[in-house]
């Protein structure tokens, strides 16, 4: 049995961090099969709670998806650790394609992939410059995007999650990948990502 594979990704707004995600899933899929990946997304599963429309459902919807707001970190990492108890196989990669967002969150995942003796660990940082950044949110903003909201998300970057990149830079076992993310070229930083894991 290969050993599976976790990967955090984490970056500006607009480095493209779903993109890289998606395409390493898909890779993953076609090598080990379908079912051989654990998809683990923070928005996802607000969705999925929200579309409930029970009351957690609607603290969720006002106080995150309407307000714009991150989840607080005790109820992401409930979250995560009720998916992976619930749904994780033995044989699994897990991919979290926007996380962490703060120095908490990333502590949590390290905790989770000891706990689940995974060893292969790669929290991948995609670089990608503040300007380049907001130039990409600009360009793709739907209407109620202003450059003050996108200013807003990317100062929420430096402020909570910076210190989680410095983390996994610094103290944690699992050591930060830089990626470029600046080339206009998706599949050069997909291959980038592979290269640095181990996988081309």
Same mark, same amino acid.
């Given at each position: 049995?290969?050993?599976?594979? !976790?990967?955090?990704?984490?970056?500006?707004? %607009?480095? %493209?961090? /779903?993109?890289?995600?998606?395409?390493?899933?898909?890779?993953?899929?076609?090598?080990?099969? =379908? /079912?051989?990946?654990?998809?683990?997304?923070?928005? /996802?599963?607000?969705?999925?709670?929200?579309?409930?429309? &029970?009351?957690? %459902?609607?603290?969720?919807?006002?106080?995150?998806? =309407?307000?714009?707001?991150?989840?607080?970190?005790?109820?992401?990492?409930?979250?995560?650790?009720?998916?992976?108890?619930?749904?994780?196989?033995? +044989?699994?990669?897990?991919?979290?394609? +926007?996380?962490?967002? +703060?120095?908490?969150?990333?502590?949590?995942?390290?905790?989770?992939?000891?706990?689940?003796?995974?060893?292969?660990?790669?929290?991948?940082?995609?670089? !990608?410059?503040?300007?380049?950044?907001?130039?990409?949110?600009?360009?793709?903003?739907?209407?109620?995007?202003?450059?003050?909201?996108? &200013?807003? =998300?990317?100062?929420?970057?430096?402020?909570?999650?910076?210190?989680?990149?410095?983390?996994?830079?610094?103290?944690?076992?699992?050591?930060?990948?830089?990626? /470029?993310? &600046?080339? &206009?070229?998706?599949?050069?930083?997909?291959?980038?990502?592979?290269?640095?894991? %181990?996988?081309?």
């Amino acid at each position: 049995m290969k050993e599976p594979f !976790v990967f955090f990704f984490m970056g500006f707004s %607009g480095s %493209g961090k /779903d993109t890289q995600a998606e395409l390493l899933k898909d890779l993953l899929e076609k090598r080990d099969g =379908r /079912d051989s990946v654990l998809w683990i997304s923070t928005g /996802d599963i607000l969705r999925d709670i929200v579309d409930k429309k &029970n009351y957690a %459902g609607r603290v969720i919807d006002q106080k995150i998806m =309407r307000a714009g707001e991150p989840a607080p970190s005790f109820l992401v990492t409930f979250l995560w650790a009720e998916t992976a108890v619930r749904e994780l196989k033995e +044989s699994q990669h897990v991919i979290f394609p +926007s996380s962490p967002r +703060s120095l908490e969150e990333a502590q949590s995942l390290d905790e989770f992939a000891v706990f689940f003796d995974r060893r292969k660990v790669f929290p991948i940082l995609l670089e !990608v410059g503040r300007k380049e950044a907001f130039q990409r949110l600009t360009s793709r903003a739907r209407k109620d995007d202003t450059p003050e909201i996108i &200013n807003h =998300r990317l100062d929420y970057f430096e402020r909570q999650v910076r210190p989680a990149v410095e983390y996994f830079e610094k103290e944690s076992e699992n050591k930060l990948v830089k990626i /470029d993310g &600046n080339p &206009n070229d998706v599949q050069k930083i997909h291959e980038n990502i592979l290269k640095a894991a %181990g996988l081309m």
